[in-house]
């Protein structure tokens, strides 16, 4: 071992008992006193606890943590090696498909407008968001506790400065460009509390009255609302349909739009995610026609291929993307934070808008998540809770091919924390429902669901918190009742 690599890897005075933050230690002096350099390979988990006499595991969860914290790098299929992204290392600023000039072109002045009711012709039942308890509280607080402590020294002007997001902003920052390949430069990402406001806030600054945008959300009542108040037209091609990017190159050719709104991770209800090759060709019709491309995502833990799903804003768009979401679905606080992604111009641009309300944050608990990222604390999170997801997914599945498959049609979804699920025609989901709810079944809807008297076929089923029992026997029930309404 001592040939093959650049250092000799029997590490002295291993204990067995604290070997994994041992090796940690060890890989990350021998980085930066420049015994180990970007690129170096260094031995697997295995041969390492082979030649040093310690537990797979252990080095396995010392290798892990130093993926997370950025030091190393393992791909499938290949040798880990010391990251080229390693913390010594400066980040040099990658051409990308954010530019500093707004490529779609900056609108002028807009006015808001009255918005509309809008009926779901679904229903929505199970959680789209995992449980809090899976969120390690006791980490953040190892955070927070110290932050807040420290804190109560400060002066006002040094309290108020940490509402301009800058450590956290930084640390998301680092996080998309190492981990996601945005190559973002610090002033093209802006921290936003609550989505209505960052729909609001980016649509101000978009959407002149009267310009086009194409909604392929339609059932999305915050995001129809948001087009609605800044005067928007709206045209709607819905992502269910395999000619999508047809319909839309279609009426690109014959009307002007501005912007396009689109899901392309996991849509809104239906949990489809784009091909590879769809997205390239969105980026396509977007540079050709000179239209902005509305990224928003809040699935990005949640993919259950071999590879994450990536996103438009990692691809070279030439600047006709602006990216949304949430930071994170761990917890209602990183799931209020909201990014917006975009050139330089654009975000510029926002920063002119009046300030937001500062009454609603935290930013000691904004300060505890950047470190948590920083650290690699939430990306351990987010591999441990898509793990379960995965889990969850399958088993929800084979209740649905057990107890329903003659009833309904879908497809299992690649990303997201829901089912998009089509009943016959002849069923009305709202009566089985009631049915089930008569027999002393609670189900369990959504707390965004809007109830309606109307017929329906389709449910939006979620499993980010699962009951294998609850749905085993919700599934059951329902089975029997769809049979005996609708004998085959």
Same mark, same amino acid.
Request: charged share 25%; proline share 5%.
């Given at each position: 071992?001592?040939? $093959?690599?650049?250092?000799?890897?029997?590490?002295?005075?291993?204990?067995?008992?604290?070997?994994?933050?041992? !090796?940690?230690?060890?890989?990350?002096? @021998?980085?930066?006193?420049?015994?180990?350099?970007?690129?170096?390979?260094?031995?697997?988990?295995?041969?390492?606890?082979?030649?040093?006499?310690?537990?797979?595991?252990?080095?396995?969860?010392?290798?892990?943590?130093?993926?997370?914290?950025?030091?190393? %790098?393992?791909?499938?299929?290949?040798?880990? *090696? !010391?990251?080229?992204?390693?913390?010594?290392?400066?980040?040099?600023?990658?051409?990308?498909?954010?530019?500093?000039?707004?490529?779609?072109?900056?609108?002028?002045?807009?006015?808001?407008?009255?918005?509309?009711?809008?009926?779901?012709?679904?229903?929505?039942?199970?959680?789209?968001?995992?449980?809090?308890?899976?969120?390690?509280?006791?980490?953040?607080?190892?955070?927070?506790?110290?932050?807040?402590?420290?804190?109560? &020294?400060?002066?006002?002007? #040094?309290?108020?400065?940490?509402?301009?997001?800058? =450590?956290?902003?930084?640390?998301?920052? /680092?996080?998309?460009?190492?981990?996601?390949?945005?190559?973002?430069?610090?002033?093209?990402?802006?921290?936003?509390? &609550?989505?209505?406001?960052?729909?609001?806030?980016?649509?101000?600054?978009?959407?002149?009255?009267?310009?086009?945008?194409?909604?392929?959300?339609?059932?999305?009542?915050?995001? @129809?609302? @948001?087009?609605?108040?800044?005067?928007?037209?709206?045209?709607?091609? /819905?992502?269910?349909?395999?000619?999508?990017?047809?319909?839309?190159?279609?009426?690109?050719?014959? %009307?002007?739009?501005?912007?396009?709104?689109?899901?392309?991770?996991?849509?809104?209800?239906?949990?489809?995610?784009? *091909? =590879?090759?769809?997205?390239?060709?969105?980026?396509? +019709?977007?540079?050709?026609?000179?239209?902005?491309?509305?990224? =928003?995502?809040?699935?990005?833990?949640?993919?259950?291929?071999?590879?994450?799903?990536?996103?438009?804003?990692?691809?070279?768009?030439?600047?006709?993307?602006?990216?949304?979401?949430?930071?994170?679905?761990?917890?209602? #606080?990183?799931?209020?934070?909201?990014?917006?992604? @975009?050139?330089?111009?654009?975000?510029?641009?926002?920063?002119?808008?009046?300030?937001?309300?500062?009454?609603?944050?935290?930013? !000691?608990?904004?300060?505890?998540?950047?470190?948590?990222?920083?650290?690699?604390?939430?990306?351990?999170?987010?591999? /441990?809770?898509?793990?379960?997801?995965?889990?969850?997914?399958?088993?929800?599945? $084979? !209740?649905?091919?057990?107890?329903?498959?003659?009833?309904?049609?879908?497809?299992?979804?690649?990303?997201?924390? %829901?089912?998009?699920?089509?009943?016959?025609?002849?069923? /009305?989901?709202?009566?089985? +429902?009631?049915?089930?709810?008569?027999?002393?079944?609670?189900?369990?809807?959504?707390?965004?669901?809007?109830?309606?008297?109307?017929?329906?076929?389709?449910?939006?089923?979620?499993?980010?918190?699962?009951?294998?029992?609850?749905?085993?026997?919700?599934?059951?029930?329902?089975?029997?009742?769809?049979? &005996?309404?609708?004998?085959?």
């Amino acid at each position: 071992m001592k040939n $093959k690599y650049s250092i000799d890897w029997l590490i002295p005075g291993l204990d067995k008992t604290k070997c994994t933050s041992q !090796i940690i230690d060890f890989i990350i002096q @021998a980085v930066t006193s420049g015994d180990l350099m970007a690129g170096d390979f260094i031995p697997s988990y295995r041969a390492l606890a082979k030649l040093n006499k310690v537990g797979e595991s252990s080095v396995r969860r010392a290798y892990t943590k130093l993926v997370d914290t950025y030091w190393l %790098t393992s791909n499938p299929g290949s040798a880990t *090696s !010391i990251s080229k992204h390693n913390p010594t290392e400066n980040l040099i600023h990658e051409e990308s498909g954010f530019t500093e000039r707004f490529s779609a072109g900056m609108p002028v002045k807009n006015k808001n407008a009255e918005p509309k009711k809008i009926a779901e012709p679904f229903s929505g039942v199970g959680s789209d968001f995992p449980s809090p308890a899976s969120f390690p509280d006791e980490k953040l607080l190892s955070y927070y506790v110290p932050l807040l402590v420290e804190s109560k &020294g400060l002066t006002q002007a #040094e309290f108020f400065a940490a509402f301009d997001s800058k =450590e956290l902003r930084a640390a998301v920052i /680092d996080n998309l460009n190492r981990k996601r390949g945005f190559g973002l430069n610090q002033d093209m990402l802006t921290v936003i509390h &609550g989505r209505k406001s960052s729909l609001d806030r980016v649509f101000k600054c978009l959407i002149t009255p009267g310009d086009v945008v194409v909604n392929t959300a339609p059932f999305d009542l915050k995001l @129809a609302i @948001a087009l609605e108040k800044c005067g928007a037209k709206v045209q709607i091609i /819905d992502r269910k349909h395999d000619d999508f990017l047809e319909r839309l190159e279609q009426l690109l050719q014959n %009307t002007k739009v501005r912007a396009i709104h689109i899901r392309p991770q996991c849509s809104y209800p239906e949990s489809y995610s784009l *091909s =590879e090759s769809a997205c390239n060709r969105l980026i396509e +019709l977007a540079k050709k026609y000179k239209i902005c491309l509305i990224e =928003e995502e809040d699935d990005h833990e949640f993919w259950y291929g071999k590879y994450p799903f990536r996103a438009l804003a990692s691809r070279r768009h030439g600047g006709f993307v602006i990216y949304m979401g949430a930071l994170s679905k761990a917890s209602p #606080e990183t799931s209020a934070l909201r990014l917006v992604v @975009a050139p330089t111009q654009f975000i510029a641009d926002m920063q002119l808008l009046p300030k937001q309300s500062i009454e609603h944050r935290d930013v !000691i608990r904004e300060r505890a998540i950047a470190k948590m990222i920083t650290n690699g604390d939430m990306l351990e999170y987010a591999r /441990d809770i898509r793990l379960k997801s995965r889990v969850y997914r399958d088993q929800l599945h $084979k !209740i649905l091919k057990d107890h329903l498959e003659k009833h309904i049609e879908y497809q299992v979804p690649q990303n997201g924390l %829901t089912f998009w699920l089509k009943f016959d025609e002849v069923i /009305d989901l709202n009566m089985v +429902l009631d049915k089930l709810e008569e027999m002393g079944v609670p189900v369990p809807y959504h707390p965004n669901h809007q109830k309606t008297k109307e017929k329906l076929n389709h449910m939006m089923l979620g499993f980010g918190a699962f009951d294998i029992d609850e749905a085993l026997g919700g599934a059951t029930l329902l089975g029997q009742i769809i049979s &005996g309404l609708h004998p085959k």
